[in-house]
Structures are given as C-alpha cells and as structure tokens.
C-alpha cells in the first residue's frame, strides 16, 4: 500500500524482519513475559516524543484492507482509507480511540451501518495520545482500554465502512503465541480477567468450543459525539480521489 510506517520489533526479531522495507524500532527490551503490553506502551510514548496528537497501532497479523460499500468489500492498494478515518475523528473533541473492523464481521449479506458507537476497538487502532490511559494486563488489553474510556464518557467509532483483513487469533505463528496462548485452559483465564477488571459489564460463557467473555455496552450508549467548534460537516459524497476498479 505504500503506507510508511515504523516495525517494532524485539532484539531477538530483527533476522526475520531486516528484509521488510520500514523505519525498524528494535526495543530496549525482550521476552518480558508480558504479552504486546511493553511494546504497545513503548509505541504511544515513542509517539509522544515525535510530537503527534495521535498514532495508529496495528497488529502484526493483518492481510489487508478493505472498503466496504454497497455490501462489496473491495481490497484497497493505499492508505487513503486511514486519512478517511482520521478526517472523521477529528471532527469530534471526544473520540478516545478509533479503528476499522474485522473484515470477517461485516459480511456481504448484512447490512450494516458506516461505523459503530461506543464499542471494542481491535487490532487497528487510532488512539489519542493525550488520553489519560496505558495499556495494562496480559489479557484482552483492546477491551480493556475500549471499556476504560467508555466508562469516562470518551467514544470509540468502530468503522465498518473501513475493514482489516486480519488473521483469525492462534492461526499464526509468532506475537502471543508462546506468552500468552499456548497455556490457557480454552482462553478461560483470558475471560476471567476481563471480568475481574469490568465484573459490571462482563460475562464469561462458552462459545463454539472455547471460553469467551461476553461485554454488555448497553450502558454507553450516552455517550455522545461532541462536533469541534467550526467544523461544518457536507452533505456531499467526497470520496477522497479513491476509484473503484477492476484488476
């Protein structure tokens, strides 16, 4: 997609990625045991530093993007769909965190609406830096902070006009694999926790064949978007110089 972006990776890591085309950050750490927590926290302060409002983290296991339109869901070959999102954010004082959906759940046979509401923030996700939040845990830190800066009165937008194709969880080697995956009773203890951090809105159950936790974000949904002073909002169609062609 031709999108820069900075590879962080662990010191043990770099043989693997030194042949990807990417400003490389190899941290000052490795195999803490921690899951992505260090990194993930590592890459908002980095993001600080620089002197950004925002930053965009993603998982490693991410095939590609999608736009999804008149229940297509084409593959996009550059980044304009991340200025899309971020133009959007950004006419709002109150969004804390953002992202694209999994393109797995925005099915061609649904119909569904451009973005959602005050909900989980996977995996693709545009954060504000001046949030007052880290990263914590080892398990289901996405939903955790999702629920952290709903119970504030912040917003999330969940895009679904915007969509990551990513590798269903466990099906790739490397990440959390071995700290994290391989020694839970069916995630159980993944469910647990979250319900310990959130025992008003999670529930555990089971769910085709593994433990789950099941959120209850009913209670958001006061949350409202606060439009920025000045910003004037048109009723027409910019479809930000994107064309929808045939390969």
Not at 122 to 150: F, K, Q
Request: net charge positive.
């Amino acid at each position: 997609m031709k999108v820069p972006f900075y590879l962080v990776i662990e010191p043990q890591e770099f043989n693997e990625y030194k042949h990807i085309e990417a400003d490389m950050i190899i941290l000052p750490f490795s195999n803490l045991g921690q899951g992505s927590i260090p990194a993930r926290n590592f890459v908002w302060e980095h993001s600080i530093k620089l002197g950004y409002k925002k930053h965009w983290i993603l998982d490693d296991n991410i095939e590609g993007f999608h736009r999804l339109n008149r229940n297509e869901k084409p593959k996009v070959s550059s980044g304009t769909i991340f200025k899309c999102a971020e133009d959007f954010v950004d006419r709002y004082v109150n969004v804390a965190i953002a992202g694209f959906n999994y393109h797995s759940f925005c099915k061609t046979t649904d119909k569904v609406p451009a973005y959602y509401l005050n909900t989980r923030i996977y995996s693709c996700i545009l954060i504000d830096n001046h949030i007052p939040y880290r990263w914590r845990g080892l398990y289901n830190e996405d939903t955790d902070l999702s629920l952290r800066v709903l119970k504030d009165g912040y917003c999330t937008i969940l895009f679904n006009a915007f969509l990551a194709a990513k590798v269903t969880t466990m099906r790739m080697k490397g990440g959390n694999t071995d700290e994290v995956y391989k020694t839970t009773n069916n995630r159980k203890e993944f469910a647990e926790s979250l319900q310990e951090q959130h025992p008003d809105v999670v529930k555990v159950v089971w769910r085709f064949s593994r433990w789950h936790h099941l959120v209850n974000y009913k209670p958001f949904a006061k949350n409202i978007l606060i439009r920025k002073r000045g910003v004037e909002i048109s009723n027409e169609t910019n479809e930000y110089n994107m064309k929808l062609i045939t390969i």
